[in-house]
C-alpha cells in the first residue's frame, strides 16, 4: 500500500502543484501526493505548469482547492512548502501524519523578465525536486 502526502501552501496555484506533482512522478506509485491551500487562489500559475512540463514531469489536472477539502483525511505526511502556510493553524488531519516543512520561495510573487521569472520557477522546482529525493528516494 502506497503512502499519502498532503503538499500545503497558501494559494495552492504554484509551489504545492509543483512537489505535488513531482511527488507523484518521482515515487512512482510508493507516494501518491495531494495538494492544497489554506487561501487558494483559484487557479494553477501557468508558469508552473510550463516548468512541469520543461522538466516533462506529466501533470493529470491540477486545480487550486482549500485544505477543507481534505480535512480530517488521513495522510502519512504533510508537508508545508511555504513559511505562511506553516504558520496557519491547520485543520485537523487524521492520523499520525509526519509533518514536514520545505520553505520554498514563492517565484509567483517575483517581477522581473521573461528569464528571471523563469529562473525563478525552475530554482523553486529544483529546490522541491531535491527534498523528494531526501526524503523519499
Known amino acids: 500500500m502506497s ?16 512537489a505535488e506533482a513531482l511527488i507523484n512522478h518521482l515515487c512512482k506509485g510508493a507516494v501518491h501526493a495531494v495538494s492544497a491551500g489554506s487561501h487558494p ?4 500559475h501557468p508558469q508552473s505548469l510550463a ?18 477539502e481534505f480535512a480530517n483525511q488521513q495522510f502519512d505526511f504533510v508537508i508545508t512548502v511555504c ?6 493553524p491547520c485543520p485537523a488531519f487524521g492520523g ?23 529562473a525563478a520557477f525552475d530554482s523553486a522546482f529544483d529546490s522541491l525536486k531535491q527534498r523528494i529525493e531526501e526524503e523519499f528516494l
Do not use: Y
Open 3 to 18: 503512502k499519502t502526502a498532503l503538499v500545503l501552501c497558501t494559494g495552492n496555484s504554484c509551489r504545492s502543484i509543483m
Open 96 to 118: 499520525a501524519a509526519r509533518r514536514l516543512h520545505w520553505s520554498t520561495a514563492d517565484p509567483a510573487k517575483l517581477t522581473g523578465s521573461a528569464d528571471e521569472i523563469q
Open 41 to 44: 487562489a483559484g487557479f494553477v
Open 83 to 88: 513559511d505562511e502556510a506553516a504558520r496557519e
Open 51 to 68: 516548468t512541469l512540463g520543461r522538466h516533462a514531469v506529466a501533470v493529470d489536472t491540477p486545480r487550486s482547492k482549500s485544505w477543507d
